[in-house]
């Protein structure tokens, strides 16, 4: 560990200005357990948790991620989950009904072309992974905040989950789902969205690290209860903005 230790401290340091200090990825590099009750497992928590309020407090609703051209797209687009591409679930699209509840009036699930009868919106945006690696994709969906209008969203709460068919979750905060190029991808590329890229329904966020585009989304709920995430339950920072 003396040996590495200066290699470490670098390490931390351009995560912590970079991404706000990316809990998981620094205590996977140290090996900490952050399920370990001990006092610097507690203090590494604490830490995140400041670091969530301190993004949250920074974050502008007005401020554009980059966007890019055509010739910028990669190809192919990488593919990324927590399980192997042959694991990718296989969902039924005319049986698929996107569920909503917390915090909504309207609680009616929503089949895709019904989705698809709203204002859509397009983007060539670029997905950074926690891993090291990007990529530039173009997309194009439902702007979240028109569909959490549409389904009578308590636009004041503090929390927008959702619920993956692959028992992926993750949560984002209301001023980020509000975000005009936070959107519910349903294309890639001028395409359905195929399965491998989260198909049906896709949060595509490029104001935030790429776990925070959970794919396969089969519920979104409203709530003021922190609902937490699939990698922020084991650490990974839950802001994440870029």
């Given at each position: 560990m003396k040996d590495h230790r200066r290699q470490l401290e670098n390490v931390s340091r351009r995560l912590f200005f970079r991404q706000g200090?990316?809990?998981g990825a620094l205590t996977m590099l140290t090996g900490c357990n952050l399920q370990d009750d001990t006092a610097v497992d507690r203090a590494l928590w604490a830490m995140?948790?400041?670091?969530?309020?301190?993004?949250?407090?920074?974050?502008?609703?007005?401020?554009?991620?980059?966007t890019f051209r055509l010739d910028d797209i990669t190809d192919p687009f990488p593919f990324n989950a927590f399980y192997a591409e042959d694991s990718v679930?296989?969902?039924?699209?005319?049986d698929y009904r996107l569920t909503v509840s917390g915090r909504v009036d309207n609680k009616a699930a929503w089949r895709l072309e019904d989705l698809r009868r709203l204002p859509q919106a397009a983007q060539i945006t670029q997905h950074i992974c926690i891993e090291g690696w990007s990529a530039i994709g173009q997309w194009s969906g439902v702007p979240l905040g028109l569909f959490l209008q549409r389904i009578g969203a308590d636009l004041t709460a503090n929390y927008v989950g959702f619920k993956c068919a692959d028992r992926y979750y993750s949560s984002i905060d209301m001023p980020s789902a509000l975000h005009p190029q936070t959107?519910?991808?349903?294309?890639?590329?001028n395409d359905p969205l195929p399965l491998k890229y989260g198909s049906?329904?896709?949060?595509?966020i490029p104001t935030k690290l790429g776990f925070k585009n959970p794919?396969?989304?089969?519920e979104i709920f409203v709530t003021n209860d922190y609902p937490g995430g699939y990698w922020e339950d084991q650490g990974y920072n839950w802001f994440s903005g870029l």
């Open positions: 200090l990316s809990l995140s948790r400041w670091n969530d309020r301190v993004q949250a407090f920074l974050f502008d609703p007005h401020r554009l991620a980059p679930p296989d969902i039924d699209l005319s959107i519910l991808a349903l294309d890639f590329r049906p329904v896709k949060l595509r794919k396969h989304i089969v």
